[in-house]
């Protein structure tokens, strides 16, 4: 009775919903939790059939269970199923058949709700998988010891550090596996907290040679009883924290302050900006965010783009030094680019990072170096590097191009009469005038420069010939157009030159353009002209005088003039200085300037040269004899072209021993430019001075100025060059005159001063203490005759 009490007791108030089904399927008991379960209280379900209850529920599958118990009596079957239209609450059913078992005589059906089970269940699972992702991804080195301290897990990263798989870490201690210290730290860790519950710790150690600071957690495991069954332990490498730290500072002060637009993109669109882009272009973020990177550029520069992403996005560093970059408002501006792409550690390119940096301010200081400081235009320099530029940047296209550079030179007519009848004010005045006139071309692309004291050029595309006469006869009109200075009505005049840029060389550029605008115009004559025929023109007038050259020479027609050098101690001539001169029947008395340089390039000055010192040598010796003074000294001048001849230095013993003069008395002038190439020159030179004849060096102060080669080179005299004489009013054109005559002290070489033209300048250089003078202040270069009268009236005087 007892027994039975304790059973319905149980049946009453147990959590399972417990039915007892007859043989004829009726059920005759129902437990107190069937409302709960079934949601029909006993009474409603005594005596229903089963059948009928499982097809009220929704669920066949009961009968079926019913059915098969029966089958196999005493057997217990559980099966599991959702209960219920909506299929929320989860049952498991145990059924038992002891209808032919007396006392009992009946079914049990047993009904458990295991809806919260089956969720919890699933719930940890989740955790579970969730924890291992957490694990695995999380860039923290992660393990679970036993209480043996035995990896029981090990996350990847830390595998990783300590050079092991993460499989065969687990079942192995710290100490099987780690060097000594490193093993001791981590066990010594996990038994603190095995004591303490938690342990919390920043250590250093090293790692394969590397000093790294871990800050980490040991923590125990228990179980649902609260006993520990592991110890768990989570570490973050600081040194990398730290580095990130750092790098991130300083990222984030380089994005935010630095003067240069820091732009990131990711496939051609922009995502972020920072505020020095948006000073720059004048976008706010909101505005530029995710719109194309190419409009930051200038239309003209867009097509670069693609070629820049091609080499991005396969990884390469992109730089270019001249972008024309463009402000929101249309504005453009001449910067640099440095771009490269953000790879992650697959490999793939997952942003780009762009500096750009505004070059203006340093081309505005660039371009100051290189401005005419009356006109502010550029100047020659800045001349020649944009033409420079334009002749690489047309090298590299393969394609004809469309258009075509050209390069203006134009001269104002008659300058220096105009200077001297008007006055320095009122010739910059007029140059100012020029100038804003041409200025006002710089809008249609033109370049324009001031090209020399009087001359000014212009370079500009056209794309046909046509076209381009027509231009330049544009800007002569507008530049010559009658003017106004300081009260005085004025008529510019000016001649221009015009060269198409196609050759590889600025130089010859540069002189083909000045060679026809400083050509001889006669008033009213067609102030442009074009290299192409002209320069033709130019050539045929050149090769006439040069077969006239050729046959003046072979004729002997061509004769030394001479002009005397002076002692400026004593007042005394101490010799001459041989200048070639061409009596010419139509040109007059033609001077050096003319043919030299023609006989250079055409080969004739070996025998213009060799004439010359011939004559002049002979002369010497008659000069000596008649005067009586064998110290009389005679300058003779050589070409840089003669001395490539390798026969000059027997055609020089030669003349010597013909014209029987006494070498010691001879002075050869040669450039500074002859003495770049060092070797084959100073051989020369020394072959030269072991027949006895001394070196003087030409033009000094006018080439390169390495004291160096005075050394090298077996050197008697300076000749020190006109313009420093002509500069002698000012400070620095005496500070130069003193050095060199006082460097040239130093080397034991003598200084003869060029060009002196008047008593002062005799004077400067005496006290400067130049040796020697030479200049129209003594004599201009005279005939032989003239000369030796000018020596004689200097013996003569008391
Ligand atoms: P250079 O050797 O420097 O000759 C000096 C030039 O200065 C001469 O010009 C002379 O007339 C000029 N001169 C002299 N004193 C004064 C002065 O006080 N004021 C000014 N303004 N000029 C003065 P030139 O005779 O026209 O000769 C020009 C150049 O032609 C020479 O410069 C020399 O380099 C070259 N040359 C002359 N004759 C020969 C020669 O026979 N052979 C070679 N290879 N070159 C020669
Ligand atoms: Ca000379
Ligand atoms: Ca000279």
Redesign the pocket.
């Known amino acids: 009775e007892e027994s039975e009490r304790k059973i319905r007791a149980l049946l009453e108030h147990g959590g399972d919903a417990i039915l007892l089904v007859d043989d004829a399927g009726v059920v005759t008991f129902a437990s107190g939790a069937c409302p709960q379960i079934l949601g029909a209280d006993a009474e409603e379900l005594i005596h229903t059939s089963f059948h009928e209850l499982a097809q009220t529920l929704g669920v066949a599958r009961l009968s079926d269970v019913i059915e098969s118990s029966r089958r196999s009596p005493g057997e217990l079957l559980t099966e599991t199923m959702p209960l219920g239209e909506d299929d929320v609450t989860i049952v498991e059913v145990n059924v038992c058949d002891y209808s032919r078992v007396e006392t009992v005589e009946a079914t049990i059906v047993n009904i458990r709700d295991i809806t919260e089970r089956l969720l919890t269940q699933a719930a940890l699972e989740r955790e579970e998988s969730f924890s291992t992702d957490l694990m695995e991804h999380a860039p923290l080195w992660i393990y679970v010891s036993d209480l043996e301290l035995r990896f029981l897990r090990v996350n990847r990263l830390f595998a990783l550090a300590m050079g092991y798989k993460a499989d065969v870490m687990v079942g192995s201690t710290a100490s099987e596996l780690f060097p000594a210290g490193l093993a001791d730290l981590l066990e010594t860790n996990a038994r603190r907290a095995l004591v303490d519950g938690e342990v919390t710790t920043e250590q250093t150690f090293e790692i394969g040679g590397v000093q790294t600071s871990m800050l980490g957690t040991y923590f125990v495991l228990r179980d649902s009883a609260g006993s520990p069954y592991a110890v768990a332990a989570v570490a973050i490498d600081m040194t990398e924290v730290e580095e990130l730290r750092t790098i991130e500072r300083e990222l984030r002060a380089g994005f935010t302050h630095a003067t240069d637009a820091m732009v990131t993109s990711y496939e051609g669109r922009i995502t972020s900006w920072n505020r020095s882009a948006e000073e720059m272009f004048g976008y706010t973020s909101d505005e530029i965010l995710g719109r194309e990177i190419g409009v930051l550029l200038a239309p003209s520069q867009r097509d670069r783009v693609p070629s820049f992403q091609s080499a991005l996005y396969e990884g390469r560093a992109v730089t270019a030094e001249r972008l024309i970059g463009q402000r929101r408002d249309g504005s453009t501006f001449v910067g640099s680019l440095t771009a490269v792409p953000i790879v992650d550690g697959s490999g793939v390119v997952r942003a780009v990072s762009s500096v750009i940096h505004d070059r203006t301010a340093e081309l505005t200081l660039q371009a100051q170096l290189r401005t005419d400081s009356l006109t502010g235009l550029p100047n020659r320099e800045a001349l020649i590097e944009h033409l420079q530029s334009i002749l690489n940047s047309t090298g590299q296209d393969n394609e004809a191009p469309s258009e075509m550079f050209y390069l203006a030179k134009m001269r104002v007519d008659r300058f220096d009469q105009f200077l001297s009848v008007f006055g320095g004010s009122t010739a910059e005045a007029l140059l100012r005038v020029v100038t804003d006139r041409l200025t006002a071309f710089v809008r249609r692309g033109v370049f324009v420069a001031r090209s020399g004291p009087r001359d000014f050029a212009f370079a500009f595309t056209a794309e046909s010939r046509q076209d381009a006469e027509s231009f330049v006869q544009e800007v002569l009109s507008a530049v010559t157009e009658p003017t106004e200075v300081e009260n005085r009505a004025l008529n510019v005049s000016m001649t221009v030159g015009v060269s198409p840029c196609q050759s590889d060389d600025v130089g010859v550029i540069m002189s083909r353009a000045a060679l026809l605008s400083q050509r001889e115009r006669s008033v009213g004559a067609e102030p442009i002209a074009f290299f192409d025929e002209r320069r033709e023109f130019q050539l045929v007038r050149d090769v006439t005088l040069i077969e006239e050259l050729r046959s003046a020479l072979a004729d002997h027609q061509l004769v030394?003039?001479y002009?005397p050098i002076v002692d400026l101690a004593t007042n005394q001539v101490v010799g001459f200085?041989?200048?070639?001169r061409w009596p010419h029947e139509v040109r007059g008395l033609v001077?050096?300037?003319r043919f030299?340089g023609l006989a250079e390039e055409s080969g004739l000055?070996g025998e213009?040269?060799r004439q010359?010192?011939f004559s002049a040598c002979h002369q010497l010796v008659e000069w000596q004899k008649l005067s009586g003074r064998s110290g009389l000294e005679m300058h003779?001048?050589?070409?840089v072209h003669?001395l490539a001849d390798s026969d000059f230095v027997t055609v020089t013993a030669r003349m010597l021993e013909r014209t029987g003069v006494d070498p010691r008395a001879v002075v050869f002038?040669i450039?500074e430019s002859a003495l770049a190439n060092t070797k084959e020159t100073s051989e020369k030179l020394r072959d030269v001075s072991a027949l006895g004849v001394r070196w003087s060096i030409?033009?000094f102060g006018t080439g390169y100025s390495s004291l160096s080669y005075l050394r090298v080179f077996p050197l008697d005299s300076l000749?020190i060059d006109?313009t420093f004489v002509m500069d002698w009013q000012s400070a620095k054109g005496r500070s130069m005159l003193k050095s060199i005559i006082d460097m040239a002290g130093a080397l034991g070489l003598r200084t003869i001063s060029?060009?002196?033209?008047t008593p002062d300048q005799r004077d400067l250089m005496v006290e400067l203490g130049a040796d020697r003078g030479?200049?129209?202040?003594w004599l201009?270069?005279a005939p032989a005759d003239e000369a030796y009268g000018f020596l004689r009236a200097g013996l003569e005087r008391p």
């Open positions: 030394p003039y002009q200085e041989a200048l070639a001077t050096p300037d030299v000055i213009l040269g010359i010192r003779l001048n050589v070409s003669e002038e450039t030409d033009d000749k006109r060029e060009g002196i033209e030479q200049g129209y202040f201009r270069p």
